[in-house]
């Protein structure tokens, strides 16, 4: 099978890392609650800032966001290695900036997911998703974002929504958490 994960949000808990990191940042500590409360990507406004003032927060401290010891979320590292070992094949396709796509790479295998050659794309827009994943003949795709979601309706694969706040109006398949994955998928682990 070939599955297809987005990372930030759906693998690791970047929204989370950002947020400790701007609580820090700012001197502030503002109840992680808060950012589990809101409807939106953005998490500025959980320390009252305007839009432009958190896309400047986000841009100071975006290498220590993407860089630094951000978690995965509990059994994703462990389900995708498992996966990788019975021979299914896995394929990362992050929106993150071209800028950024190499390290990000180092960083994700340092992190212990199983990277394979050409199995790793980076640097197309949300919208541009789509296209990776037609072209890959996915059989399976995870992502968080809605407005990446909503592009894969028409694919004739089976695309799944990784359970967050602002995503709940989606009305896609979803998944909770990667303990869930193999049994979604009618695999046995290996013994
Ligand atoms: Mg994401």
Redesign the pocket.
């Known amino acids: 099978m070939k599955l297809g994960f ?5 693998l690791i808990r ?1 929204r989370e890392h950002a947020f400790r990191l701007y609580n820090k940042k700012l001197g502030r500590q503002v109840d992680i609650a808060k950012l589990h409360a809101l409807a939106c ?1 953005p998490i500025h406004e959980a320390f009252g800032l305007n839009a432009e003032e958190g896309k400047r927060m986000w841009d100071e401290l975006r290498e220590a966001i993407y860089f630094s010891d951000c978690p995965p979320y509990p059994d994703a590292v462990e389900a995708l290695n498992e996966l990788d070992r019975l021979g299914h094949e896995i394929y990362y396709i ?2 993150r900036g071209q800028g950024h796509c190499e390290r990000t790479l180092t960083w994700l295998t340092a992190a212990g997911f199983p990277v394979r050659s050409g199995r790793f794309y980076c640097g197309m827009g949300d919208a541009e998703k789509v296209h990776v994943i037609r072209e890959l003949a996915l059989d399976y795709y995870f ?3 809605p407005a ?1 979601i909503d592009t894969l309706a028409e694919l004739a694969i089976k695309v799944y929504v ?1 359970d967050q706040p602002y995503n709940r109006h989606s009305d896609a398949p979803r998944i909770h958490s990667w303990g869930e994955l193999l049994r979604l998928l009618n695999i046995s682990p290996l013994k």
């Open positions: 987005d990372i930030d949000d759906t970047l990507i992050t929106a992502d968080d974002k990446v990784r």
